[in-house]
């Protein structure tokens, strides 16, 4: 009678035992997708749309938050070469900042593997996710596009994660009297 006892407490353990690691389990996975649901790391871009929006491979469009980029110029007919091929712009100090801006962003990001990272609102009223980008090397675009100039700042709650990075980015621009912030 004691072994079938015994038998029944084990087995009555046992069950909570499996029960309490279960929730456990639930709660952790539950953790984990919410920090998923922040960040996504090795997202490739495949084109830059402006110096503030971006396409990923899988074509959604990405907004960089805390930036309004400068509006692009209209396009100009592409220069093509003896082959036909079409000549590259080359950026020089008489191209238009907005240009200059877009050219920049092209050159840090298009082609490249990033990590996302998101804030409280994760998209916006055009139905563009909302974003912080960062480079493998840890650089921060959002801010990295600021301090050089290229971008104005737009915060807008509540989307307040970077704030401070990004007003000081702006502050030295501004300092720096680089790009947008010169005049």
Known sequence: MKLKNLALSINAFMLILNCSLNSTTAAAS???SNLTEQEEQNIKIER???ADTVVLETGEKIKLIGLLAPPLPKKASPQYDSFGFVI???????TPIEEQSLHFVQKLL?????RLEFDVQRKDESNYSL???FLPDGTFVNAEILKNGLANLQIRP???KYEDKLREAYREARREKRGLQSE
């Not at 590259?88 to 008489?94: A, D, F, L, W, Y």
């Not at 298009?110 to 990033?114: I, P, R, S, T």
């Open 30 to 32: 539950e953790l984990f």
């Open 158 to 160: 509540p989307n307040l």
């Open 88 to 94: 590259p712009p080359v950026v020089t100090p008489e």
């Open 48 to 50: 830059v749309i402006s």
């Open 131 to 133: 974003a912080y980008i």
């Open 110 to 114: 298009e082609k490249q593997l990033v």
